[in-house]
């Protein structure tokens, strides 16, 4: 009788043993599963957000070539002259485009940002820090790129950097910066491009 007690009280240890190793197992498995969902969705917020990061680096490449450059800086009449002198002149466009007052300012006004780079005049730098780098990217500082059915936490938005002409001053260069969030107000992604834009005038 002994015996036979003694062995029912190991079984029964060696089951609670299992049950445990079993609990264990399941909740380890479940934190894993939680887990995978997690950087799953995660990932595919990043790459929602991505997407439309893109879209709106698009619309802003299309807005600096078919709007700023066109109807802005090559209907500026002192760039025009510049233009069509033997030699053209950088210094020029920065002087009518950048600066307080200027299309471009340092605070990125309507979305439109100075370079950080220096003045040609050697009067300091028109800005001290990249425009991305910048808190501007909020109404009045970026341009709000509109997106007619998206579940985002916010719209995404973009703004457009004057770099100024090439070196042959045949082109003019502009730096777009795009930033879009996804569903998840924490979910941020950043994309840019710099875009060469011919100064080529129209001849009437």
Known sequence: MYSR????????????????????????????????????????????????AEEALKAGELYALETI?????????????????????????????????????????????????????????YADTPAWKRDIFVDGKSIEYILSDANVSQSPRYIIEFLGPSADVSNTLYRVTARAWGRNATTEVTVQSVISINNQLEID
């Open 69 to 125: 450059h066109p109807t802005e800086v090559l209907a500026n009449p002192l760039i025009t002259s510049s233009l069509e002198e033997l030699i053209p002149r950088a210094d020029v466009f920065f002087d009518e485009m950048v600066g307080s007052g200027k299309l471009f300012t340092e605070d990125c006004d309507n979305g439109l940002c100075a370079p950080a780079m220096e003045q040609s005049g050697g009067s300091g730098a």
């Open 5 to 52: 007690v003694k062995q029912q009280g190991f079984t029964l240890y060696i089951v609670l043993v299992l049950m445990a190793i079993i609990a264990t197992l399941v909740l380890a498995g479940g934190q894993t599963l939680n887990t995978e969902m997690r950087i799953s969705s995660n990932d595919a917020d990043k790459k929602y957000a991505f997407g439309l």
